[in-house]
């Protein structure tokens, strides 16, 4: 079957697109132990939200989703670069245009520095539009002596520390697609409608408080600059900088919300998933047997998995024939989270069998998730110096094996917040108090992120 779809426009133009609930395969990860979910299908409301979100629009279209696998394709040759950013978990309330526009304005402010750093096109995705629901380490959260479900985010349960707001309520679903969607729409506007023309380099700076890294974007800002004017001059075409393309994705944690939204392209009659451009599973939802592997195996995203320093490189092997066995340039990522003391033992072996197997697959580098601690005050926090250090073990493995660097994936705010530790403007722990917002993992802040920018464009261009 697989073959003879490979032409996306001709072979079943002129016939129906069978139905997601008649697809074969599509619903076998039910059978499977499946981590993580959400005890709501006992809820009232259950069935008739599944149905709902089964009938409303698609957030992302089938042939965008196409387009990022073959952006991605080449990222794994090492002809552009993988950019992602955004909150650990985004919220309902902060999906206001502010807050929209600070992230998407950071995310190209750093996508510029690496454009310009590396002379490398820049596959831009936001962890946004669909990043509402996150796996625990314990089901349950203790607060004196009270014991309530723990928050799963905003798709599954409330924040807010009472019996009714920790309830898992399957109606947070319909929120979470709407919130999408309007995300969505809004990322869709500022990126296509004007907003994000390179002229404008200059105006994403605007607003962000004042700091070192801000004065460095300003100065690389003023070179962009002379270069468009220089260009302008010899009468070049400015169409190819007057909008930009933005992918959107999430961790696909929610079966029945991903399940729900996938949909049948009526070009070629295939599974996508439509709620993100790019889907990906965790670290602790890996598992080889279980569902959350099997429901991404027959969808046709892009798909990303993390991988943490326990990470076997068998499993991984059998992660890609799972995945794509077809090796489709651009469909597999992976996203390594190892933490930046374990970084140049544990990716090595890894990336080592992957290049040995002949698969290309995307390599990126999360260096948040292995680099998260407590501190005494009780805050989660990250030093940016491991974050730091994580990315650059990344770039010196992979330039020791000879394979590609292929992109960074961050926790970050386009906000003045205070969640991580340090940067050159250092953050310390007394600002926690006033500036600690995330529900979930600390972010980096404007600066901060602009940083890792800076340090990953110099390595890009060596
Ligand atoms: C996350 O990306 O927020 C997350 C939970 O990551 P991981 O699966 O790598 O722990
Ligand atoms: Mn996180």
Not at 231 to 257: P, R, S, V
Not at 306 to 328: F, Q, S
Not at 332 to 345: C, P, Y
């Amino acid at each position: 079957m697989a073959e003879q779809n490979q032409n996306p426009l001709t072979p079943f133009r002129n016939q129906p697109a069978p139905e997601a609930k008649n697809y074969p395969g599509l619903d076998e990860w039910r059978e499977l132990s499946a981590d993580q979910q959400p005890n709501w299908a006992d809820h009232p409301d259950f069935g008739t939200v599944v149905s709902e979100l089964e009938s409303v629009p698609p957030l992302v279209f089938a042939g965008e989703v196409d387009q990022m696998r073959q952006r991605l394709a080449d990222v794994a040759e090492g002809k552009a670069f993988f950019l992602t950013g955004g909150d650990c978990a985004e919220t309902f309330l902060d999906a206001t245009a502010d807050k929209i526009s600070a992230r998407v304005r950071t995310l190209l402010q750093m996508a510029v520095v690496l454009t310009y750093g590396a002379s490398m096109p820049v596959v831009k995705m936001g962890r946004m539009a669909g990043q509402f629901s996150k796996p625990r380490s314990s089901d349950s959260e203790t607060r004196g002596d009270v014991t309530l479900p723990s928050f799963r985010g905003e798709m599954v349960n409330g924040f807010d520390f009472t019996e009714e707001s920790r309830r898992h309520d399957p109606n947070r679903m319909l929120r979470g697609y709407h919130t999408s969607a309007s995300t969505l729409n809004l990322i869709r506007a500022f990126t296509t409608g004007g907003f994000a023309d390179l002229r404008l380099v200059h105006e994403w700076n605007k607003g962000f408080v004042s700091n070192p890294a801000n004065a460095r974007y300003e100065s690389l800002a003023r070179e962009i600059d002379r270069a468009i004017r220089f260009m302008d001059a010899c009468g070049a075409d400015f169409e190819a900088i007057k909008g930009t393309e933005f992918y959107a994705g999430h961790e696909a944690l929610l079966l029945d919300y991903e399940r729900a939204l996938t949909r049948i392209d009526s070009r070629t009659h295939l599974p996508y998933g439509t709620s993100g451009h790019f889907l990906w599973v965790g670290e602790r939802t890996r598992n080889l047997e279980d569902a959350h592997v099997n429901f991404l195996s027959k969808v046709h995203n892009p798909v990303g998995v993390k991988l943490g320093p326990t990470t076997d490189v068998d499993d991984v092997l059998r992660l890609i024939d799972t995945l794509d066995p077809e090796r489709r340039p651009g469909r597999l990522t992976f996203i390594t989270r190892m933490g930046a003391s374990k970084i140049r033992e544990s990716l090595p072996p890894i990336v080592e069998g992957v290049r040995d197997s002949g698969a290309k697959v995307v390599w990126v580098t999360d260096p948040m998730h292995g680099n998260t601690i407590s501190v005494p005050s009780g805050y989660k926090t990250r030093r940016f110096n491991d974050v730091v250090d994580e990315v650059r073990g990344f770039f010196e493995v992979h330039e020791a094996l000879g394979t590609v660097p292929g992109g960074i994936h961050v926790e970050m705010t386009g906000d003045d917040v205070a969640e991580c530790l340090g940067g050159s403007d250092a953050v310390d722990e007394t600002a926690f108090a006033d500036h600690y917002e995330t529900l979930c993992d600390p972010r980096l802040n404007h600066m901060q992120s602009l940083e890792v920018a800076f340090l990953v464009a110099e390595y890009l261009s060596k």
